[in-house]
């Protein structure tokens, strides 16, 4: 079953514990992206990939890493969490051609106190 | 800048009754528009996506429409059903950066 998970799903932390949410896609996407959603303020792009070893930034990068070593994998890192970092994060996974949908993952909720 | 808007941000209908939803972008060079279906705290799951050179998709009781030139999506849905009550999202794939862009996305809630 083609598919995008992400783990953990639910997440309570503390200010400045790093904290890592892997990503892994069984599709052979060449794109892999993290998004965070808060309420009215929709769907934003934090970081993306377009192959491996290939990442940029999104419309927030600020307080996260990435890295892509490997094709399925994606991992989101938070160096140094902090209050306002708590969301809802998602990562999705497409072809570069723009003929297929985006997948997107089930989502990880973090609290970060 | 490519800008997405949806409207409007809610909706509430009854059972039964068809009802568009609409989309519309602000630069016209896009590879697709897509339509996604987000239930509360949960992710998003693709609905139709409509590739720039055609004109609309259907998938059951959903039809969407592409109007480049205007820069206009609409989403139909058909004899609207309870479980259909979702958040309603649709995204551009803009032509020169590969990015998706996305709408805040349509409420709509179907009342039995």
């Known amino acids: 079953e083609a598919q995008v998970t992400q783990n953990p799903r639910y997440l309570i932390t503390v200010t400045g514990k790093k904290l890592t949410v892997t990503c892994s896609q069984n599709?052979?996407?060449?794109?892999m992206s993290w998004y965070r959603q808060d309420p009215g303020l929709g769907l934003r792009q934090i970081y993306y990939?377009?192959?491996?070893?290939?990442?940029d930034k999104g419309d927030v990068p600020e307080g996260y890493k990435v890295s892509r070593k490997e094709k399925r994998n994606f991992p989101l890192i938070l160096e140094s969490p902090s209050p306002n970092q708590t969301s809802l994060y998602f990562c999705?996974?497409?072809?570069?051609?723009?003929?297929?949908?985006?997948?997107f993952g089930p989502g990880t909720r973090l609290l970060v106190l | 800048k490519q800008e997405v808007t949806q409207i409007p941000a809610a909706l509430s209908v009854p059972e039964g009754e068809n009802l568009v939803l609409n989309c519309s972008f602000t630069d016209s060079a896009i590879y697709n528009l897509q339509w996604f279906r987000q239930d509360p705290g949960k992710g998003l799951t693709s609905l139709l996506l409509i590739q720039s050179s055609q004109r609309e998709q259907t998938s059951g009781r959903l039809n969407a429409s592409l109007d480049k030139s205007s820069g206009r999506s609409t989403l139909y849905i058909a004899a609207s059903q309870p479980g259909d009550s979702a958040t309603y999202l649709c995204a551009v794939l803009a032509d020169s950066n590969y990015q998706l862009i996305w709408g805040a996305g349509t409420k709509l809630i179907i009342k039995p």
């Open positions: 599709m052979n996407h060449e794109y």
């Open positions: 990939s377009m192959n491996v070893e290939v990442t």
């Open positions: 999705a996974s497409r072809t570069m051609g723009g003929q297929e949908t985006q997948y």
